[in-house]
């Protein structure tokens, strides 16, 4: 199992630009969440599901967006991209109270 | 408000010396205090859980000590190694939820 994947590893935008988040998991859980650490402030709540067709938004969802069309995938979206926007980017899926965290998209906007 | 307070926000230690991490929670019902553990360029992973029915919780080298009455829980590293040397986090779960509320973190360093 690959467990939870994300892409790219590092992004660089600009202010203004869009761009997609990857996250994939192979392990068929239902449960999967977008978080960012910034330096100071752990681990933010942006975006959680419950499974395929089922978002809600957490602590910080403000300039993005998700999505959950099958089980397997859950793609973060920023619409516009912002110097506050700045940060590592985590995926998770969970099963039971076990979150199982990606690597990590490094993203900054200038 | 946070939450689950956490501190210190790092902490060094010399190799073989204990490490200790700290956490308060206001809201009595969170069940379960896991902490993950994260390496530079990596993602957290979970290192120990414990729920409140126990005060302490024993792995290795790692142990949770659990105090209800206080509503604090901590995480003690005995014999620390440089290997270690991590980011580590407290989280807190409510009865039901699979979303955790986390502390902000401390940053360990493990001098050799």
């Known amino acids: 199992n690959a467990g939870v994947t994300q892409t790219p590893k590092f992004q660089v935008l600009k202010t203004g630009q869009s761009m997609t988040l990857q996250c994939a998991q192979d392990?068929?859980?239902?449960?999967m969440s977008w978080y960012r650490q910034d330096p100071g402030m752990g681990l933010r709540l942006i975006h959680y599901?419950?499974?395929?067709?089922?978002?809600d938004q957490g602590e910080v969802p403000n300039g993005y967006n998700v999505s959950r069309s099958t089980t397997e995938d859950f793609p973060l979206r920023l619409l516009s991209a912002a110097p506050s926007q700045t940060s590592v980017y985590f995926c998770?899926?969970?099963?039971?109270?076990?979150?199982?965290f990606g690597p990590g998209t490094r993203l900054t906007v200038l | 408000q946070q939450q689950v307070k956490q501190s210190p926000q790092s902490l060094i230690v010399q190799k073989g010396g204990i490490s200790i991490i700290n956490c308060a929670y206001e809201?009595?019902?969170?069940?379960?205090f896991p902490w993950y553990q994260q390496f530079p360029g990596k993602g957290p992973a979970l290192l120990i859980a414990?729920?409140?029915?126990?005060s302490e919780k024993k792995e290795g080298r790692f142990t949770i000590s659990f105090n209800k009455s206080a509503k604090q829980f901590s995480l003690h590293i005995m014999d620390s190694q440089p290997g270690d040397s991590a980011t580590y986090f407290c989280?807190?779960?409510?009865?039901?939820?699979?979303?955790?509320?986390f502390g902000r973190g401390t940053s360990l360093i493990v001098h050799p």
């Open positions: 998770a899926s969970t099963v039971g109270n076990e979150q199982f």
């Open positions: 392990m068929n859980h239902e449960y």
């Open positions: 599901s419950v499974g395929a067709g089922i978002t």
């Open positions: 809201n009595t019902a969170f069940d379960y």
């Open positions: 414990i729920r409140p029915d126990v």
């Open positions: 989280a807190a779960h409510l009865g039901g939820s699979y979303i955790p509320t």
